[in-house]
């Protein structure tokens, strides 16, 4: 009997011992298994990142690029627009050296005109004094012959009964 129960409990053991070495066998299985899988996740993650990564790249190229192109394209902008400013400067140089030039010439001509008005006045004036004077002179010459003072006296007759003038006669202006 003992060599039976020795021999019960070592089956019994060998059992034990084939079935753990099948749990164990199992459980390697599956950790491989498991392993294959993350092994080829990794690899799959590898490449995604790699394809990412020169994706990237190439996204960064580009947009490097694009920013040299948008860089160039503002300085241009930039240039003309300097140009433009400049030109515009220029302009207005010449418009204000234009325009005062223009005020100089029309502060001469108003001056000119204030001169002219001046003198035109004084023509005016000196004519109307003139027309005063002449009407002054004929007024006197009217008294004078009217009352026949000074050369305007009233001949004497002659022989013949004729009047002898000795007034003189002017021109009228």
Do not use: P, Y
């Amino acid at each position: 009997m003992i060599v039976n129960q020795r021999m019960i409990a070592e089956k019994c053991i060998e059992l034990k011992f084939q079935q753990i070495q099948r749990e164990t066998i199992q459980a390697e299985k599956l950790l491989e298994d498991q392993l294959e899988l993350l092994q080829k996740q990794l690899k799959d993650e590898a490449r995604v990142h790699e394809e990412s990564k020169k994706f990237l790249q190439n996204q960064h190229e580009g947009l490097q690029l694009q920013l040299q192109q948008w860089q160039e394209h503002t300085q241009q902008m930039l240039q003309e627009k300097e140009q433009q400013l400049n030109h515009v400067h220029c302009k207005r140089t010449v418009n204000l050296e234009k325009l005062s030039e223009m005020r100089r010439k029309f502060k001469q001509m108003e001056q000119v005109a204030m001169e002219d008005r001046e003198e035109q006045e004084k023509l005016r004036q000196q004519q109307a004094e003139a027309r005063a004077a002449t009407k002054l002179q004929a007024w006197w010459r009217g008294c004078m012959v009217r009352r026949g003072l000074g050369s305007f006296k009233k001949a004497e007759e002659d022989k013949k009964g004729k009047k002898k003038k000795d007034g003189k006669k002017k021109k009228k202006k």
